[in-house]
């Protein structure tokens, strides 16, 4: 480990232990968040037009569910694709 990085190491660790860090309250809600963050940061991102008006519930829904506009439209499409697969398979519909 070069001298740079030792002594930024040493600086977080006296930082630590000095007690200047603290956990988050809902520790594993803000997990998933980031862990959501990071699964969005690797997937393709596409393009839609909605009017205003979509956006705009969209946004609300979004804040009431504490979750981002694209996290709540990607949530929705992959509920529909899976209910559009679970509907399209033969065993189901027959």
């Known amino acids: 480990m070069n001298n740079h990085?030792?002594?930024e190491e040493e600086i977080l660790i006296?930082?630590?232990e000095s007690g200047e860090w603290h956990s988050v309250d809902s520790l594993s809600s803000e997990i998933k968040?980031?862990?959501n963050y990071a699964q969005a940061q690797s997937e393709t991102e596409i393009k839609v037009t909605l009017s205003l008006s979509e956006?705009?519930?969209l946004q609300a829904?979004?804040?009431q569910l504490e979750?981002?506009?694209s996290e709540l439209i990607a949530q929705a499409v992959?509920?529909?694709l899976h209910v559009d697969t679970v509907v399209r398979d033969p065993?189901?519909?027959d």
């Open 61 to 63: 829904t979004a804040e």
């Open 5 to 7: 990085a030792r002594s």
């Open 33 to 35: 968040r980031y862990q």
């Open 55 to 57: 956006v705009h519930q």
């Open 14 to 16: 006296q930082s630590i």
């Open 91 to 93: 065993a189901i519909s």
């Open 78 to 80: 992959r509920r529909y």
């Open 67 to 69: 979750t981002s506009v």
